[in-house]
């Protein structure tokens, strides 16, 4: 089942914050968070696996609610550079190894 | 780190032929392999899980038939859209898992058009 990604699309000034959020209906093992450049595979920014859980790379973080069945990955102090799509990936099995992808947020990040 | 490679990048075809797609893990042994296929300003969605040694698991709504994949040694999944049509149409992404985390390094894309 794919998880619901919001928003949609966003667009920010050159170092200002920004919120996505990912849900599921269902409780998750984890959530992967992607970013995809236009024309470009995705790539990894991080990984979730325990509910509570908070990580983060720089300015890019994310958390996973107790629940395991959202997580939201924070952009803060944004640069140009973090212009893209960002995927949420939700595995709902403990042994599963098949990520379902959300609708994609479009990231513009403008000057 | 780990690479997964992708080839051809692009590729323009007739309507009616077949096209290949190579996926080649390069610093690594993946014994399954993930295929997905992307239309413009879509999400990911999963095509299949190609299995090394063994047949491929297809997603529910995906043409075993028209989308053959081929997954021969631990390093190469071949996905192979037959008797392609406009509709085909899509960026097609490989990726594997390059270590013990469910962690997907993704290939590069190839893009197919067919006219």
């Known amino acids: 089942q794919q998880p619901v990604q919001s928003p949609q699309a966003v667009i920010l000034r050159e170092g200002e914050d920004a919120v996505i959020n990912c849900s599921s209906s269902?409780?998750?093992?984890?959530v992967h968070w992607y970013r995809q450049k236009h024309g470009e595979a995705p790539v990894f920014l991080m990984i979730l696996l325990k509910g509570g859980e908070q990580k983060g790379h720089e300015k890019i973080s994310a958390s996973f609610n107790e629940k395991k069945q959202q997580s939201s990955l924070y952009l803060t102090a944004s640069q140009l550079s973090y212009s893209g799509t960002y995927f949420c990936?939700?595995?709902?099995?403990?042994?599963?190894?098949?990520?379902?992808f959300g609708g994609g947020t479009r990231v513009l990040v403008k000057p | 780190g780990a690479v997964v490679s992708q080839h051809p990048s692009w590729v323009i075809c007739k309507s009616g032929t077949s096209v290949k797609i190579e996926c080649r893990s390069l610093d690594f042994q993946a014994t399954t392999m993930f295929w997905y296929r992307q239309f413009p300003k879509q999400s990911l969605m999963l095509m299949a899980t190609s299995n090394e040694g063994s047949k491929a698991t297809y997603e529910q709504g995906v043409e075993k038939d028209k989308f053959l994949i081929n997954h021969a040694s631990l390093t190469l999944s071949t996905l192979t859209v037959t008797s392609a049509h406009p509709e085909d149409s899509s960026f097609y992404i490989c990726s594997a898992r390059p270590g013990r985390a469910n962690v997907l390094t993704f290939g590069a894309g190839s893009r197919l058009t067919v006219l």
């Open positions: 990936g939700t595995d709902p099995k403990a042994a599963g190894n098949k990520l379902t």
């Open positions: 269902k409780a998750l093992y984890s």
